[in-house]
């Protein structure tokens, strides 16, 4: 990923003065997002636990001619994300986006599934998400509102093999999206989740499926007949983080190219035979 992308669909002071914080921001889907933020005029907090992650998304977020502050951060301690909070408003006075892109995720049967690989899936993906949010709340309420995305995955409905720790956090995740956009909807904070599909060039993907051979299968059951790209993930959070989206709050937009919706019977088409009417 690189700050030479696909063009966007969006002007490109969407969101300009804003800053916003993304968790997880050095790899993957959260270094395509926070280099889409920086592309349409956001600063960009860079948070994640391994600096050299950081420091080659902060260059890029400079290059396209915004400030960057890069933060080591493990989401699973409270108090290093309320610390976080604070060197963000020294820096920037402000904070009016947050997404909660950090994640942790492997492989495993359920019944050989240890104690410690539970733990520690579910302590990064729900309760640093819990965590994070609830140490940026003051500084959106104070900003006069602001918007939260959260991160989460088509299998929290349908269940997943060899993944009942990260499903299970990550429904706890958009459980939770939904009880924040409530309570929080007053002080004018949206809070809505983004669930991608198996998005290609990432770790996730390089891992999880590629390590057990099941990309090309899944490419076939997708009815628009491609991998989900960071760059459509990064897309739908802008829109979320967006005046577009001013009145969508509580929400989790799946972008999978609709495979969630059942889409292994789209095989099934080319063997239909044609039947004259």
Known sequence: MTPETQPSPFQPNLLAGQIALVTGGGTGIGAGISQALAR?????VLASRRRAHLEPVAAQVQQLGREALVRELDVRDSEACERVVEQTLDRFGRIDLLVNSAAG???ARAAELSEKGWRAVVE????GTFNMSQAVYPALRDSGGGSIVNI???YVGSGAPF???SGAAKAGVLNLTRTLAVEWGGDGIRVNAVAPGLVEGTEGARRLAESIGV?????ERVPLGRLVSIDDVAATVLFLTSDAASQITGVEITVDGGESLGGAFKQLGSRLPSTEA
């Open 40 to 44: 349409h005029g956001a600063d960009i």
């Open 105 to 107: 995720n492997f492989l």
């Open 124 to 127: 990064i993906v729900l309760n």
């Open 152 to 154: 989460t995955t088509t």
């Open 163 to 165: 993944m009942a720790h």
């Open 215 to 219: 990309v090309d299968d899944y490419r």
